[in-house]
């Protein structure tokens, strides 16, 4: 993780780089922010499966993305 919550994000910042498989073409693979706003929580795992929801942040308008509202992790 490059931002942590708390932090205030631009559209287009670094937000993680992910690791790929070993030997995997295309990695490491960084995910942007889509919007600025404020890191309001992350995932607390170091793993992921592809499409998975990684921080939410607080932005002044609607998201970006399409992403059911509720908690990253159950």
């Given at each position: 993780?490059?931002?942590?919550?708390?932090?205030?994000?631009?559209?287009?910042?670094?937000?993680?780089?992910?690791?790929?498989?070993?030997?995997?073409?295309?990695?490491?693979?960084e995910?942007?922010?889509?919007?600025?706003?404020?890191?309001?929580?992350?995932?607390?795992?170091?793993?992921t499966?592809?499409?998975?929801?990684?921080?939410?942040?607080?932005?002044?308008?609607?998201?970006?993305?399409?992403?059911?509202?509720?908690?990253?992790?159950?």
């Amino acid at each position: 993780f490059h931002r942590e919550p708390g932090d205030t994000v631009a559209a287009g910042d670094v937000l993680v780089t992910l690791i790929t498989v070993p030997g995997m073409a295309g990695g490491p693979l960084e995910v942007t922010a889509p919007q600025a706003g404020l890191v309001v929580t992350r995932v607390s795992k170091r793993f992921t499966a592809a499409g998975g929801d990684l921080m939410k942040i607080a932005s002044a308008g609607p998201s970006t993305r399409q992403r059911k509202p509720g908690a990253l992790e159950n």
